[in-house]
């Protein structure tokens, strides 16, 4: 059975982001799309495209945005599904804002909130697989594999240091 993640984003301008989390998440064999979807632009659009991720089998929602990054709390309002919030890092305070936004949601109502930028597109794919990774253990070993090719990368970078 594939897991499916929905990444959705603010505006075309976090798609960066979102293909960080998309070649994340493809590496792990994990299908996943990318929608454009506003919070205050298009709420009724976001409404129909979490229904429909529903109805089809999604599994987790990652949602991005910068500045007023509502987009995350405005998906998890819609659905008891997991919903990760990945910060932008753009506008006049480097992403604190989005970040403070995304984090600071009412009781009830949780966003499993990353780190601000790229590292935390990555670790929203990751987080999304350890969460799918609960019912599937070829998830599991994807990830276990990544960690064991994180550990070899620095036993053979401390190899180096050490004949130079």
């Known amino acids: ?4 993640v929905s990444i959705v984003i603010g505006s075309e301008s ?7 989390c998309s070649e994340t998440l493809d590496s792990l064999s994990i299908s996943n ?3 454009v979807l506003s919070a205050h632009r298009t709420p009724t659009l976001l409404e129909t495209h979490v229904r429909e991720c529903e109805a089809g089998g999604t599994k987790v929602f990652v949602a991005m945005a910068g500045l007023a990054a509502h987009l995350a709390g405005a998906v998890a309002s819609k659905t008891v599904l997991p919903v990760i919030g990945v910060p932008g890092d753009g506008g006049p305070l480097s992403g604190m804002d989005a970040l403070l ?5 009412p009781k009830g109502i949780p966003v499993a909130t990353v780190a601000i930028g790229s590292a935390g597109a990555i670790n929203s794919a990751y987080l999304a697989a350890q969460m799918l990774g609960i019912k599937s253990a070829e998830i599991q070993a994807a990830l276990l594999k990544v960690r064991e090719d994180g550990i070899e990368a620095i036993i053979e970078s401390n190899k ?3 004949s130079s």
């Open 14 to 20: 976090d798609l960066d982001l979102a293909n960080k």
């Open 160 to 162: 180096k240091l050490e």
């Open 1 to 4: 059975m594939t897991e499916t």
């Open 33 to 35: 799309s990318i929608q």
């Open 101 to 105: 936004s995304t984090v600071q949601m």
